[in-house]
T-cell receptor, first 115, second 115 residues
Framework: EAGVVQSPRYKIIEKKQPVAFWCNPISGHNTLYWYRQNLGQGPELLIRYENEEAVDDSQLPKDRFSAERLKGVDSTLKIQPAELGDSAVYLC?????????????FGPGTRLTVL | AQSVTQPDIHITVSEGASLELRCNYSYGATPYLFWYVQSPGQGLQLLLK??????LVQGIKGFEAEFKRSQSSFNLRKPSVHWSDAAEYFCAVAGFSGGYNKLIFGAGTRLAVHP
């Protein structure tokens, strides 16, 4: 069974440019998470979807970040415009339950560098 | 607020030696606790989790962890480390933060293994 797929794996952009990350969760997993992992830190949740509904976007910087999961399967996270401080690894995870105690399966991440 | 502390940023052990990685949590109720491992360029992989019951939890790759409520700790152990165990290890608690249930990670411990 395929795991969580993310693309691209690496992205280098200049500040003020837009960038988008794509995630395809494990088949059948209704819950999808986007995390940001800064250098030397653990992942921090940006947004959680249950099917196509964003049920926790409290940590998403809404002035520049947006996300969508239109058909309740794959998802896109966008930053526009990017800032230097957005340099980080963006991780996608999925689970087949809706609770925070459910096992989350992580993708390899997208490493973003903003110059 | 719920939090996780991993006191050791970096640990180096010799191959074949025993390992203990420390994790302390702050949570009012009975916690759900997790250990994840992140190898270079890879996503996070679940090693083990504790929900209730036996306080000694067995995981994959020969790892185990012990929940000690009196010490608010959930330390990860392995009796004999292999070179392939070199990675970053994250402890996490399923907690309530910002009005939502979510997985809260520590900052991680980077493990290096000497041959």
């Amino acid at each position: 069974e395929a795991g969580v797929v993310q693309s691209p794996r690496y992205k280098i952009i200049e500040k003020k440019q837009p960038v988008a990350f794509w995630c395809n969760p494990i088949s059948g997993h209704n819950t999808l998470y986007w995390y940001r992992q800064n250098l030397g830190q653990g992942p921090e949740l940006l947004i959680r979807y249950e099917n196509e509904e964003a049920v926790d976007d409290s940590q998403l910087p809404k002035d520049r970040f947006s996300a969508e999961r239109l058909k309740g399967v794959d998802s896109t996270l966008k930053i526009q415009p990017a800032e230097l401080g957005d340099s980080a690894v963006y991780l996608c995870a999925s689970s087949d339950g809706q609770g925070s105690a459910d096992t989350q399966y992580f993708g390899p991440g997208t490493r973003l560098t903003v110059l | 607020a719920q939090s996780v502390t991993q006191p050791d940023i970096h640990i180096t052990v010799s191959e074949g030696a025993s390992l203990e990685l420390r994790c302390n949590y702050s949570y009012g109720a009975t916690p759900y606790l997790f250990w994840y491992v992140q190898s270079p360029g890879q996503g996070l992989q679940l090693l083990l989790k504790y929900f209730s019951g036996d306080t000694l939890v067995q995981g994959i790759k020969g790892f185990e962890a012990e929940f000690k409520r009196s010490q608010s700790s959930f330390n990860l152990r392995k009796p004999s480390v292999h070179w392939s165990d070199a990675a970053e290890y994250f402890c996490a608690v399923a907690g309530f933060s910002g009005g939502y249930n979510k997985l809260i990670f520590g900052a991680g411990t980077r493990l290096a293994v000497h041959p």
